[in-house]
């Protein structure tokens, strides 16, 4: 499924980190604590990374508890994160607003609705081996894509070849079997991989390894849309808004937490998963830092202009099944002022 594999893409190169974090993990609260607190599960998009740094944070630092809430932070299902939120089983977790696009509207309509933005522009692109042409997108021509083979993502790399002025049936399709972008484009196996720069483009950096790279959103601004995103399940959010609010007043104190001290924030998220490289967590936050709020009025905020922008785009591409209307599948109105 898409959102399976723009997760896998989103977390690439973690489960091959080289030198593991360290760290206790989270302390336990106490039991008398634990039963006064409203249960919430949450549901992750892929394992552990800098895009969930806040929510540990807020776990850690006991902000959840503060608000009465007890999170427990879960692996996706095979059918992923948002299944799992539509059914139910998880109040929250992680999506992204390319892959929530097919069930927003329509006959597969899931009832999820994004509610706050964890970074607020799209930090993807196309990351190749620095000097091969492909620092802007007409040089993908006669060069190796790894693609998922998904319509919304192909259609998004034939717009910003073509925008500058590239043929993109030039560009050679090869079915992506990426785990580690650095051990791909060192072995050539691949010369062109979508990342999100936060993670795998920071692990070239780490890896010492020399890349050429463009942002979607330089292109296209239609593709400055959100992802990833906070999502929760309509049913919670009609039953228990209040409950809503305060785990989003949890979590923003927890990024605001990273973007004033990402260097702590790092030692929280390998302390939770010290089976990640640190190196690698460290340099990532300092990328984020500056992303997860970025210029927007305050942590979280979805701009409906850019939101509707990328359905926009896709309405008139045909790339959903059925019309998506202005508005539909996100709302700003559980955020903290």
């Not at 500058?164 to 560009?171: A, L, M």
Request: hydrophobic residues 40%.
């Amino acid at each position: 499924m898409k959102k399976k594999l723009l997760a896998v893409f989103l977390s690439a190169g973690m489960l091959f980190s080289m030198t593991a974090c360290q760290g206790t993990g989270k302390q336990e609260q106490g039991t008398d604590q634990e039963k006064e607190l409203e249960k919430l599960t949450f549901v992750l998009d892929w394992t552990p990374n800098t895009n969930h740094t806040g929510l540990y944070v807020a776990q850690e630092k006991g902000y959840f508890a503060e608000e009465g809430l007890e999170v427990e932070i879960v692996q996706p299902p095979e059918d992923g994160a948002d299944a799992l939120v539509a059914s139910g089983k998880a109040q929250v977790g992680v999506s992204f607003q390319d892959t929530m696009a097919p069930g927003v509207v329509g006959e597969n309509e899931l009832p999820n609705t994004a509610i706050a933005a964890v970074v607020q522009h799209n930090t993807s692109g196309i990351i190749s081996r620095k000097g091969e042409g492909m620092d802007r997108p007409k040089g993908m021509e006669g060069k190796k894509y790894a693609t998922w083979d998904a319509p919304i993502e192909k259609a998004m790399v034939e717009n910003v070849v073509e925008q500058d002025g590239g043929d993109f049936s030039k560009v050679e399709l090869i079915p992506s079997t990426v785990t580690d972008e650095v051990s791909a484009l060192k072995s050539k196996s691949v010369d062109a991989i979508w990342v999100f720069y936060a993670w795998a483009g920071i692990a070239t950096e780490v890896a010492g390894l020399e890349t050429d790279y463009f942002a979607f959103k330089d292109i296209n601004p239609a593709f400055d849309y959100y992802t990833p995103v906070i999502i929760a399940n309509n049913d919670f959010l009609e039953e228990e808004p209040d409950t809503a609010k305060a785990f989003l007043r949890a979590l923003k104190k927890g990024y605001e937490f990273a973007i004033e001290d990402p260097d702590g924030a790092a030692q929280i998220l390998c302390e939770a998963s010290p089976e990640l490289d640190a190196e690698l967590v460290k340099a990532s936050q300092e990328y984020l830092a500056d992303q997860y709020q970025a210029d927007a009025e305050r942590w979280g905020y979805i701009d409906p202009e850019r939101w509707n922008g990328f359905y926009t785009w896709l309405n008139e591409n045909g790339l959903s099944e059925t019309e998506i209307p202005e508005n539909t599948g996100f709302s700003n109105d559980y955020l903290p002022e």
